[in-house]
Structure formats: C-alpha cells, structure tokens
C-alpha cells in the first residue's frame, strides 16, 4: 500500500472528494503525491505556495455531444471530451481517444499523466487529453467520417496552435487525424497546420511520428539496460498490444538485436517463437483491421484465447495496450520466469499493486509519462516543422528522438540519484517533471 506524506494525505483525500468514482484518475495522481512526499520534504515552499493541489485541479473541462448518422439513417449520439489540464509550459497538448470505454475519469487521468510526460521531453508543451466514447470498430469509412466531423464542429471552437493540440491515441489513427483536420480547415477557414499533429506526410505530418511511440519505448528501455551493463541484443522480448504502438516497439526491438514471441489484442496473444513476422502483423492489423487469431493463423503460430500473456516467459516485457493490463499475478509470473525489465508503452499499463512487486524483485521499470514520450516528443517536433514551414528527413527526425528519449533517461535518472533512491524510475521522472511544471506556474502567479 501507498504511505503518502501525512502533509499530502488531506490533499489526496480532496482529489477523492471532489471526483467521485474516478478510480483510473485517483490512481495516477495517487502515484504522483506517492514520489512528491518526498520532494516537499527537500523543498517545502511547493507545499505552502499549493502548486499540488492547483495541479491536480483541470484548467478546463469540456463535455459535449456529438450526434452523428449512421448509415442506416438513424441519430447516434455519443460524448466528446477535452479536459485542458495545465498550460504552464506551453499550449495544451495529449491525445484523443475514441473507445467504449472513454468516461470523464478515464480522460482525467490521461490529462494528468501528460501534463509530466510532455514536461519531461523538455519541449514547451503543456498537458491535455480527450476523446469519446464512439467506437470506430465494425463502423464504416463514412460512419467514421461524419462522427469525426461532428466531434470536430464542437471541438474545434477549444483548440489552436497556441491554445490546444490534439493528436491520436487509442481508436484515433491517420484515418480520423485527416477526417478531423478537414472539418476544422473548412470551418475555420485557415489551413493552421500545427491544431492537429499525426498529419498525413504528404499534408503537413513528420516523418517518424507514426513509429515514434513504440520507437521511443525502446529507445528508453535500451538506456535503462546499458545502465545494468545489458542490451536488447539476443533477449526474448514480449509486447503486450498490437496497435500503433506495440508494432512499432516490435519493429526496433527486432533492430536492435532482439525477438518479440508474442503479442495480443482484446481477444487473446499469439506466440511466436521464430518472432513476430512484422510485415504480416501490419498486414493484418494496418490494412485488415482484423483479429489477431487471423495472423496466428496464417502464420501458423500459437494462439491462446484470452488468458495473460504475462504467462509468456522473457527477458524484457513491453505493456502496450491499454491502462492496468499488467496486474499482480502478471507481475509475479514476469518475475518467476526471470524478467529483467518491463518499459510502459501504454499509459499506466501496470497497476500500483505490479509496479511494487516489480521494483522489490529488482526489475528495471520504466514509467509510461518517461518511457512512452516518443509519441508526444515527435508531435512537437511536427508543430515546430509546421511553425517554420519545413520538414525534415526520417534520419534527422528519428536522431532527434533518440537524442530527447536519451534526455529523459538521464533526467530520470539523475534526479533518482539525488533523492537518494537511484534506479527508482518512477520517482525520478514524477520529482522532475513536477518542479519544472510548478516552477513554471510559480512565476506565473497564482494560476
């Protein structure tokens, strides 16, 4: 169990006040208070100046609806959210997630979690998410379509190159990125390309964007195993997740030496011993959009039905699916067959509960606000390509992101080590990106 700081557990008791039935929301900021006990104790005044409490409290939220028609002719409506988290480094800047599952909650602690992570690229990004509950899955291309335009038509009234700039994230891919720029060009009249960044390459996007979240994972992951003398190189690797971002974390690991055995969607996983044939799996999951039994199947690999691919023995785990996948028993089963790392790829992939058994068993673990930061990373290198009318190579573009994974790393790591609790990831990037964002906020007054 958590021991929060006495001075901080009034202000937790707060958060659970005020946003009733938000578990996934009070989960993240619950791991942040759990790392700042220990910074208001070196540095008491971020304490008496309430720049905690402010920064758990939204800037702005915004609910709407979104009535769309299908194509059968009849009204559909759904909810769209943007919750604009925290300004102080830069516009608003997180992803927008289309899925059942999306409640106010679920976008809170999206929010929360990027406003650290976007801090931690060091570029001049502030924090923000949102999203709906739609469902593009089984839905068609002009479904999908006419529900990006109305979200968009209500939406684009909150955003801006200088006030707010969504992206993808879970169920929004370049399909729905072009949908909604296309609605925002034609009502606001401006071809303002830095509002929206995961843009089509031919219209704006950066190179390196599509690769940058599983790009980066890795890159975070390989520094954390130099550190221990180690690599990717020869280690039997598992990504859990087979969307943008486990695919493309497949696709460095295979660079860098390793083999992915398996991976998984919300139906099962797959293991694959000769490793994951990546160009099939894009095939099936880019193209298709199919299940990921169709690949076991033409590959003629290993199929398991639901079940947890934590059973699946590795050296390196990669979670990239979706928040609180990895939980205890994975955790425990990860540890038994000799896991030396596991890298969030998701935000939040791995319960309180995993997290603490992976540390106590001396695993390398990597938070998602450091270890997933490639995405957001690489969109702000998008904006500042738009912001100078220019685009850059892939080598160019794939440097700078090693070059800001690299950055995070070290800045992790460093700010463990003078806590006093070196190798302590999650620490290390919740203490930083907290000073920066309210030293920021600090100077601005009381905002």
Known sequence: MHHLDPALQPLYEQVLQRNPGETEFHQAVLEVLDSLGTVVRKHPGYADARVIARVCEPERQIIFRVPWVDDQGRIEINRGFRVEFNSALGPYKGGLRFHPSVLLGTVKFLGFEQIFKNALTGLPIGGGKGGSDFDPKGRSEMEVMRFCQSFMTELYRHIGEYTDVPAGDIGVGGRE??????????????????????????????????????????????????????????????????????????????????????????????????????????????????????????????????????????????????QNELDDDGALALVKNGCVAVGEGANMPATPEAVRILREAGVLFAPGKAANAGGVATSALEMQQNASRDSWTFEHTEERLAEIMRGIHERCAATAEEYDVPGNYVLGANASAFVQVADAMIAQGVI
């Open 177 to 322: 990125i072009g949908y909604l720029f296309g609605q925002y060009k034609r009502i606001t009249n401006r071809y303002e390309s830095a509002v929206l960044t995961g843009k089509g390459l031919g219209w704006g996007g950066s190179q390196v964007r599509r690769e940058a979240t599983g790009y980066g994972l890795v890159y975070f992951v390989e520094e954390m195993l130099h550190s221990k003398g180690g690599s990717f190189d020869g280690q039997r690797v598992v990504v859990s997740g087979s969307g943008n971002v486990a695919i493309y974390a497949i696709e460095k690991v295979h660079q860098l030496g390793g083999t992915v055995v398996a991976c998984s969607d919300s139906s099962g996983y797959v293991v694959d011993e000769r490793g994951i044939d990546l160009e099939l799996l894009k095939d099936v999951k880019e193209v298709r959009r199919a299940r990921i039994s169709e690949y076991a199947q033409e590959r003629g690999a290993q199929y398991v039905a639901g079940g947890s691919i934590w059973d699946v023995p590795c050296k390196v785990a990669l979670p990239c699916a979706t």
